[in-house]
């Protein structure tokens, strides 16, 4: 049973090139969530997405970020024109069911430097 | 969401009992307590979950009291790959968060 995938592991852009991440939940898992985490630092929350619906995306910068999770794919960050501060580590997670004490497993994440 | 308070830094050295304290005053009665860890260059890891008094698995012991405002997550004779930060997190769901939590040091 594959863990959560994401892909790829490093991933370096210039500044105003376009980075798509990919996140592969874990098998029969249809909850997904995306935190970044910058050096020395905890994760923060970004958005909570549920098969083709984006349920919290507060913790998501107002431009140039989305998000989204089709039907059939993995779920997938992008974040349009990058700067030098979006310079991060970015982690997804899923989890079979959301509840405040649900268990969420953690893939390796997305290491994105800007250049 | 409540928050928690943990220490910054522990150092130990290999065979020794590790134990990590984390206050959360401010816990909601359904509130568990999980502990996750993180190894440089890897996403956290769930290590142990409890709601009250104590818990044990394989990896570690959790223990919570009566007045479930603190806990102590147990490592029972680290070794040198037990070095990583440890995280208190406290309900879950999928707004947790994670503070800067403890980074372990195990030295030999």
């Known amino acids: 049973n594959a863990g959560v995938m994401q892909n790829p592991r490093h991933l370096v852009r210039r500044r105003g090139q376009e980075a798509r991440l990919r996140c592969s939940p874990m098998?029969?898992?249809?909850?997904v969530y995306w935190y970044r985490q910058l050096p020395e630092e905890g994760l923060k929350f970004m958005v909570y997405?549920?098969?083709?619906?984006?349920?919290?995306e507060s913790g998501m910068p107002k431009e140039r970020f989305s998000a989204e999770f089709p039907k059939e794919g993995p779920s997938i960050l992008r974040i349009q024109q990058v700067v030098r501060g979006d310079s991060a580590a970015y982690f997804c997670a899923s989890s079979p069911n959301e509840g405040r004490n649900t268990e969420a497993f953690f893939g390796q994440g997305t290491r994105l430097t800007v250049v | 969401l409540a928050k928690t308070t943990q220490p910054i830094s522990m150092d130990s050295y290999e065979g020794q009992e590790v134990n990590i304290t984390c206050s959360h005053n401010n816990i909601a009665t359904n509130d568990y307590i999980t502990w996750y860890q993180q190894f440089p260059s890897q996403g956290p890891r769930f290590i142990i979950q409890?709601?009250?008094t104590k818990v044990t698995n394989e990896v570690a012991s959790l223990f919570i009291p009566a007045d479930r405002k603190s806990s102590t997550l147990s490592l029972p004779r680290v070794s040198l790959s037990d070095t990583a930060v440890y995280y208190c997190l406290v309900g879950g769901g999928f707004k947790t968060i994670f503070g800067a939590g403890t980074r372990l040091f195990v030295k030999a």
């Open positions: 098998k029969g898992h249809s909850h």
């Open positions: 997405l549920q098969k083709e619906n984006i349920i919290d």
């Open positions: 409890g709601y009250k």
